[in-house]
């Protein structure tokens, strides 16, 4: 059964998180690996019921691969998301990107042009 577990780090500490959390990826890689050479010679040597278990294996490994690749997969986006919204807020702290007057037209008929506002 596969259950989710949370706990918290500090930001800045994510991108390691995330580098620990694939690790295991790459440790099941070793194991899944070693299987697949397994199968080579359990089929050469016409072992097929033996061949037939040692895949079984190697899906179960490589299911457990992909379920951890997914789990980091979403950690990662979370946390690109979180640096593209931090980012955008960095932006919008400095001087607005559109302009603030709301409804305004410019009166270029007077000799100095002035601003008429419409609905305040």
Do not use: C, W
Not at 61 to 74: E, T, Y
Not at 78 to 85: I, R
Not at 103 to 112: A, F, L, N, S, W
């Amino acid at each position: 059964m596969r259950v989710k577990i949370s706990y918290g780090v500090d930001i800045e500490d994510v991108p390691s998180e995330i580098e620990q959390l694939f690790d295991y990826v790459y440790e099941k890689k070793s194991d899944f690996e070693h299987q697949l050479d397994l199968v080579e010679k359990l089929l050469e040597e016409r072992e097929l019921k033996t061949a037939v278990d040692t895949m079984d294996k190697i899906r179960l490994i490589l299911a457990d691969m992909d379920n951890r690749i997914s789990d980091v997969a979403m950690i990662a986006q979370g946390y690109v998301n979180y640096k593209e919204q931090e980012g955008a807020e960095d932006v919008s702290e400095g001087r607005p990107s559109m302009d603030t007057v709301r409804d305004g037209v410019i009166d270029t008929t007077t000799e100095q042009p002035t601003v008429n506002q419409d609905n305040e």
